[in-house]
């Protein structure tokens, strides 16, 4: 599974600045990587992985602003086009997952 943090927090003036920062920061210690500008992604093992991580986020949200939580599959990850200009992008590798016998 993977789950995206899609965020839209005001940057006026200095205190507001320093939150979304703070805030940025957090999701990368938390292993989240930036894909988009408002936009990170990080691949868990399961639901119940992502679950935690989504309780993480709740925990450090900041007190103004918009945060979304999309959960997508491998699958559904795995149709993800990205275009920059008019040539597109080679397909980013998805981790393999991990097998236990």
Known sequence: ??????FDLPTNTP???K??????KQLLDDG???????VYKRFCGSA?????H???IKDFLPRE???????FTDKQFGEIQTFMG???????KVPSQLELF
């Open 1 to 6: 599974m993977w789950i995206f943090c899609l």
């Open 15 to 17: 205190a507001q600045r």
């Open 19 to 24: 939150r979304a920062s703070s805030f940025r």
């Open 32 to 38: 989240f990587e930036m894909m988009q500008f408002s």
């Open 48 to 52: 119940e992985a992502c679950e935690v």
């Open 54 to 56: 989504t309780r993480r």
């Open 65 to 71: 602003g918009t945060v979304s939580i999309l959960k």
């Open 86 to 92: 008019k040539i597109p992008q080679k397909k980013e």
